[in-house]
């Protein structure tokens, strides 16, 4: 071998190191179990984060049992997660701001329009902003849950089967509309669910079909009335820690963020439609009866949601007037291209992201 041949050699060798070297593989946690539409949305977010980058950034899924969701800021402050699952209402007193969307939820009727706004909205509210980044993290987007039905142990066709009912609530606006009703919304975690139902602490629960399935209420609940209550979509997906996306170059901000903004898409494909239209074909195999909501149920739901809307604009001012703007909008997008999950992501990086300097986003 030639001295010249040695040195080529070497010096192809020190190119790979260095490569090597410059890699990165982030810690990210879902905070959910393989089972959850969360962790199939981070196994894509892995898949699309080495494709957009070339392999220069890859990812290792780190489970529940290490990054459970009210770790989170924590993990993400610690460095035990680079990316995390993180969802405000969990963390009320941090996202005060943020929670002014999630206080709209009775608004939801499609699930990619209320992400979409989500996403929209945050990224422009630099109040939201702040507290994410006090928070330890940067939004880098959202998701959103199917339309919320009620899942019960007695019957309920009409308004007056509502009266004096006890529903698991997961949140204010959800407890609204059980009290509007006269039915009594209970605060409580979605995995205490079976067992309330099941001794008859409660009498049901407003939640998405989908926990027929994943928490087993199939097994105890005797009806599921379609009436259309809400989406849970305060979310923000792959947030990532402020020390990591720090160290990332503009362009590698730009690859996480394209990775990111995909697999956005596939939380509420998964969470909406995909698992949803599973559930439903399960309950209709078994006994419980599937009411569908009747037209006055649903003009009494619907007349409710617009009020609600308003009084919350009443106290919140400016950012929800502006947050119900964005669902509006969206919901007219989507309803003239669909609810393919590629080509809203394709138009959210145009309208949303391709718009923002990433050189201080989030800093």
Sequence with gaps: MTLRTTMMSLAGAGVLIAGAAAAQDLRIAPAAPPAHPAYYMYEHFAEYLAEESGGAMTATIIGPEVVALPQMADALQTGLADVGNVLPLYFAADFPITGIAGDLALLGRNPHAMALAMTEWTVNCAECL???????????GAGSSDVYGLITTVPVES???LQGLRLRSGGAPYSRWAENFGATGVPMGVGDTFEAMSQGTIDGTMASIVDMLSFRLIDVATNFNTVPIGTYHATSNMTIAIPTWERMSVEERGMFLRAANRANFDLTDRWAFQLPEAARGAVNDSDVVVTEASDELIAASEDFAAADR???????????ADFAALVDEWSALIADIGNDPDALADLAWERIWSNVDLSTYGL
């Design 130 to 140: 702040a507290e994410f980044k006090d928070f330890g993290g940067v939004f880098t």
């Design 159 to 161: 308004v007056e089967d």
């Design 310 to 320: 308003d009084a919350q604009i009443a106290e919140a001012g400016d950012l929800a």
